[in-house]
């Protein structure tokens, strides 16, 4: 297989487009024939990086290479940054305000699931500048 | 559990997938939080939700779920039953409550961790 690179921008402010990005990478990878677990994993991740993305940062880009043997997934925002990783990291923790909520997030477990989901997750991070999240899966 | 079954059981109806309800589902996950749900993986299971937004059914899409089932009665919009259509996903809406529904279909056999 080729490697294929793909690239997504990620509107901020609408959270009911929000998604658009992950369900996209999904179909591509399944016509790539990648197995269905990789394709899960990859997914859950994306999504949850999407959803940040649209709820903490106003929006964002999600670039993902799909290479032989593993698929690096990075979601790159201008938005606020975090201040403190580990915290954000902690299952339950969440700076999500009323709106999000609404819709069903705020849990507090979307890093965490990445976390869980990927086989590295690393964060870049500064407070005013942005956020870059990056995942990798392996095939 | 076939979706008629659950269908039968939770008394809903069915809103997009009629023709679908010969489906198996083995496992179901009750929740109005979508990363709740993010982190429950099961092949061929299904989602209960009080919730109805399109997040909903990009979420049980990212986890290749089956069915949505929407609790106390809550009716979808037709954007949110055209994504579903858009991924041949099985829709019902059921008038009791999230707790009841979990509860009958539990004790029919559906569990959560099998
Ligand atoms: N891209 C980002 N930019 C700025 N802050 C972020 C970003 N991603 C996460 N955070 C911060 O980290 C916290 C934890 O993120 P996480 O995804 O685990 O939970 P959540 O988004 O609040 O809720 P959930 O994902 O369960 O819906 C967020 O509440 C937010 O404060
Ligand atoms: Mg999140």
């Known amino acids: ?3 294929v690179k793909l690239v997504y921008p990620v509107e901020g402010g609408d959270l009911i487009e929000a998604g658009e990005a992950s369900s996209k990478m999904k179909l591509t990878l399944k016509k790539l024939g990648l197995p269905p677990d990789v394709i899960r994993r990859a997914s859950i991740c994306m999504y949850e990086g999407e959803i940040n993305m649209v709820i903490h940062a106003d929006g964002g880009q999600a670039e993902v290479d799909v290479g032989m043997d593993e698929i690096v997934i990075r979601m790159i925002d201008q938005g606020p940054g975090i201040p403190d990783i580990d915290r954000a ?8 305000g009323d709106m999000a909520r609404d819709l069903g997030f705020g849990a507090g477990m979307g890093l965490p ?9 690393d964060i870049e991070t500064e407070v005013g ?6 995942i990798k899966i392996k095939i | 559990m076939k979706l008629s079954e659950v269908r039968d059981i939770l008394d809903a109806e069915v809103l997009y997938g009629e023709d679908e309800l010969d489906r198996e589902v083995f496992s179901a996950c009750g929740s109005d939080f979508m990363s709740d749900v993010l982190a ?5 299971a299904l989602l209960l939700t009080g919730l109805v937004n399109p997040q909903v059914i990009r979420t049980a899409d ?16 037709e954007n949110v039953l055209a994504l579903a259509r858009e991924r041949d996903m099985v829709i019902m809406r059921a008038p009791i409550r999230m707790y009841d529904a979990c509860g009958k279909l539990y004790a029919a056999g559906l569990r959560g961790d099998v």
Request: charged fraction near 30%; proline fraction near 2%.
């Open chain 1, 1 to 3: 297989m080729e490697a």
């Open chain 1, 89 to 96: 990291m902690q299952e339950g923790y969440s700076t999500a």
């Open chain 1, 113 to 121: 699931n990445m976390k869980r989901y990927s086989d590295e997750m």
């Open chain 1, 129 to 134: 500048k942005g956020t870059t999240v990056t």
């Open chain 2, 40 to 44: 429950y993986v099961k092949n061929q």
């Open chain 2, 62 to 77: 990212m986890m290749d779920m089956k069915c949505v089932a929407f609790v106390r009665g809550k009716q979808p919009d």
